[in-house]
């Protein structure tokens, strides 16, 4: 059963269109992530919530932006999309500590056209 | 600051041959988990094994070993007997004391394993 999903897979958008990605967990961990992973890089944080402490990484762009109303879910937010942002987004979760590995979803690839 | 190196962008093993790919590492942190993942073509991240700093042992995971040198700072990935469902991208991270709620990654490494 999958425990972390995202939706959608898949998602083509307009150059300055708004998009939203979303995730959900089943884990009730309590820390999630999102991450941004371009092609063959490795994926960069852009921010993550432990419970509703919501905490930005100083590069990520104020583009991006992200919401965590409850434990399960947590949404990705696009305000302008521009070509550069074209990737593969990456949602994980975990349990604060060291010495716990983070669960991550399948991935949404954007693709802004 | 916290940073992790994976110096082979791209490796070739043999099928049913073992295979090492590094990961050094940096933090001034004493508190830290090392993880490696395995992320085929379809983009999923999945988790192979981890390893704890105070963990005295070198963890294993089924073919999966991590050979964990603390003095060194390198937590090498050693997958025994390669198959080809191996062939993929494999990222080392790291999680800290003082960072835990981060987990950062390393470039990666492509591994190709033929027949």
Known sequence: ?113 | AQKITQTQPGMFVQEKEAVTLDCTYDTSDQSYGLFWYKQPSSGEMIFLIYQGSYDEQNATEGRYSLNFQKARKSANLVISASQLGDSAMYFCAMGTETSYDKVIFGPGTSLSVIP
């Not at chain 1, 959608?8 to 150059?15: K, L």
């Not at chain 1, 995730?23 to 852009?46: F, I, R």
């Not at chain 1, 762009?61 to 074209?86: E, H, K, M, V």
């Open chain 1, 1 to 113: 059963d999958a425990m972390v999903i995202q939706n959608p897979r898949y998602q083509v958008t307009q150059f300055g269109k708004p998009v939203t990605l979303s995730c959900s967990q089943t884990l009730n961990h309590n820390v999630m992530y999102w991450y941004q992973q371009k092609s063959s890089q490795a994926p960069k944080l852009l921010f993550h919530y432990y419970d509703k402490d919501f905490n930005n990484e100083a590069d990520t762009p104020d583009n991006f932006q992200s919401r965590r109303p409850n434990t399960s879910f947590c949404f990705l937010d696009i305000r302008s999309p521009g070509l550069g942002d074209a990737a593969m987004y990456l949602c994980a979760t975990s349990i604060r500590g060291t010495n716990t590995e983070a669960f991550f979803g399948q991935g949404t690839r954007l693709t802004v056209v």
